[in-house]
T-cell receptor, first 109, second 115 residues
Framework: QKEVEQNSGPLSVPEGAIASLNCTYSDRGSQSFFWYRQYSGKSPELIMS????GDKEDGRFTAQLNKASQYVSLLIRDSQPSDSATYLCAVNAGNQFYFGTGTSLTVIP | GAVVSQHPSRVICKSGTSVKIECRSL??????MFWYRQFPKKSLMLMATSNEGSKATYEQGVEKDKFLINHASLTLSTLTVTSAHPEDSSFYIC???????????FGPGTRLTVT
């Protein structure tokens, strides 16, 4: 079982819709959770970090964490074509950093 | 804040030569730096983790004598690809973990082509 699992997609949503990206992790001791965005040919960019259960909002992005279910998600409201990218979920567990393989998102104009 | 630079951004070298890639955290001190490799349309692959002043920890399957890592200070780590071969051609990305947090910030990457 992989440490961090993501649906590889591709996920397609129309412009203006909500994009929902999901991630599960295996280590219950995980303490910090991150979402990165990676455009094709570029390096990943940190867009959200979340450390406690519940929701954390930053602009059009909302990260949701449920430690009991070992689940973290990213919602993108009012999706724009510029949001089209691969989104990587990352989890820090005891000084080990694990990345998911990423979900490819396409926002259709 | 939290800017990581990498140099060079792109390099072409001949088979058998060595290439050094620098990774710097510009506005913060990095407890730990990481080196990744990414092939086209593939996920990030962690190569090694380095802490300032100590030896790097390499992931299984990564040759430490081929990929030399030096973490000389809290703001600088270098990766040297020795005796490069065409199969080493890839996108090499470093990241730095800001001291006191668990957040990793990535450099812009170095595209290596070995001819």
């Amino acid at each position: 079982q992989k440490e961090v699992e993501q649906n590889s997609g591709p996920l397609s949503v129309p412009e203006g819709a909500i994009a929902s990206l999901n991630c599960t992790y295996s280590d219950r001791g995980s303490q910090s959770f991150f979402w990165y965005r990676q455009y094709s040919g570029k390096s990943p960019e940190l867009i959200m970090s979340i450390y406690s259960n519940g929701d954390k909002e930053d602009g059009r992005f909302t990260a949701q964490l449920n430690k009991a279910s070992q689940y973290v998600s990213l919602l993108i409201r009012d999706s724009q074509p510029s949001d089209s990218a691969t989104y990587l979920c990352a989890v820090n567990a005891g000084n080990q950093f694990y990345f998911g393989t990423g979900t490819s998102l396409t926002v259709i104009p | 804040g939290a800017v990581v630079s990498q140099h060079p951004s792109r390099v072409i070298c001949k088979s058998g030569t060595s290439v050094k890639i620098e990774c710097r955290s510009l506005d913060f001190q990095a407890t730990t730096m990481f080196w990744y490799r990414q092939f086209p349309k593939k996920s990030l692959m962690l190569m090694a983790t380095s802490n300032e002043g100590s030896k790097a920890t390499y992931e299984q399957g990564v040759e430490k004598d081929k990929f030399l890592i030096n973490h000389a200070s809290l703001t600088l780590s270098t990766l040297t690809v020795t005796s490069a071969h065409p199969e080493d051609s890839s996108f090499y990305i470093c990241s730095a973990e800001e001291r006191g947090t668990w957040e990793q910030y990535f450099g812009p990457g170095t595209r290596l082509t070995v001819t």
